[in-house]
């Protein structure tokens, strides 16, 4: 049974910290790209992050550039998102994706909500 599992979400002041996990279980999680997009209210899902399998390439979107940072442990099937200087308009709940575009999969996890408010 394939699984994304996202925990560390939370309520956390302006300019605090969180680390976000997602754990993958049922595919071959080393072959995939994984991703972590936010949607707020009212708001479409965002792309935040992506990291590649292989060289572990990694692009963020501007609005976290330099306070986000998209990590892997393909050997405990991990994506991490720790996120610094967080600002209110960064609530929302953050998704994680697994894409494996040889063989057309995607995977989606279920959310964890990120709230930054004073």
């Known amino acids: 049974q394939v699984q994304l599992v996202e925990s560390g979400g939370g309520l956390v002041q302006p300019g605090g910290s969180l680390r976000l996990s997602c754990v993958a279980s049922?595919?071959?999680?080393?072959?995939?790209?994984m991703s972590w997009y936010r949607q707020a209210p009212g708001k479409e899902r965002e792309l935040v992050a992506t990291?590649?399998?292989?060289?572990?390439?990694?692009n963020y979107a501007d609005s976290v550039k330099g306070r986000f940072t998209i990590s892997r442990d393909n050997a405990d099937n991990t994506v991490y998102l720790q996120m610094n200087n967080l600002k209110p308009e960064d609530t929302a709940v953050y998704y994680c994706k697994g894409v494996y575009s040889i063989v057309a999969r995607s995977y989606w996890g279920q959310g964890t909500q990120v709230t930054v408010s004073s």
């Open positions: 049922g595919f071959a999680f080393s072959r995939y790209t």
């Open positions: 990291i590649t399998s292989g060289t572990g390439s990694t």
